[in-house]
Every structure is written in C-alpha cells, then in structure tokens.
C-alpha cells in the first residue's frame, strides 16, 4: 500500500446514544449523490474531475482507493484501504481509483451535479496504473 492520501478520514460518531449514532459526513453543497455496488476484483474510476470534489463513502466491503495529483507533475500514485464508514475527498484534478477487495457498497457524491450532462462534462477519463 502506498503513502496515505491526505483527505483520508475514519469517521467516528459524532453523537451516540441509545438509539444509535450520528456520523456527519459532509459539510458541503452536493450536486449528486449516487449508491455504487462493485463485485470483488472490480476496478471502477480511472478519472479526474475539473471542477467538482468527489466524497467517496464506503457502507459496506473493503476496497483500495487510488489517487494521483495531477496539479503536481512528481506526484506518485497513493493508496489506502478503506473500510465501512470512511470516507475520502477527492478534490479537482486529483485522479482517482477503486479497487474492491471484497464485494462493497459505496456512495459516490459531487459537489457538481450529473445532470444534463454534467457529469461527462466535468470527468476526464485516464489510463492510470494502480
């Protein structure tokens, strides 16, 4: 596994009790929000975004997560491992990649939305080396 990437977070609760808990995942305006299932073995991304951050949030499985800055033209390709309850931002032009582990379930939200095209519009797909 390669360096952690900085926007990398193992959320904790921010509220429990006996009902349940609170996990606050997102303090930005969201443009999409998608549910991804990926089969074990899957390779999924392989792209940058121009204008929107990406929030990666694993619900379920194991999976690696792969970025690489574009905005640096020495950056490395990083991973990390994520497990449920993560999350990771990725921001504008930082490519990125996923790896299932195991089967998992994940949301996928964007600060732009994908409407209208606007996914497909703000997406740049790469070869990428993971």
């Known amino acids: 596994m390669g360096e ?5 977070k193992r959320l904790i609760p921010q509220f429990t009790d006996e009902r349940g808990s609170i996990f606050d ?18 390779v999924r991304g392989k792209h940058y975004h121009k204008k929107s951050t990406q929030f990666t949030f694993l619900l379920s499985g194991k999976m690696e997560f792969f970025t690489k800055d574009l905005r640096n033209k020495d950056s490395k390709v990083k991973s990390v491992i994520m497990e449920p309850y993560d999350l990771i931002a990725t921001p504008p032009n930082v490519a ?8 998992c379930v994940f949301l996928d939200c964007t600060t732009e939305s994908r409407g209208e095209q606007g996914y497909e519009q703000d997406t740049v797909r790469i070869e990428m080396e993971i």
């Open 4 to 8: 952690q990437i900085e926007e990398f």
């Open 25 to 42: 995942l997102i303090e930005e305006q969201v443009g999409h929000v998608g549910l991804i299932t990926s089969n074990k073995g899957a």
């Open 96 to 103: 990125h990649a996923m790896r299932a582990i195991e089967n």
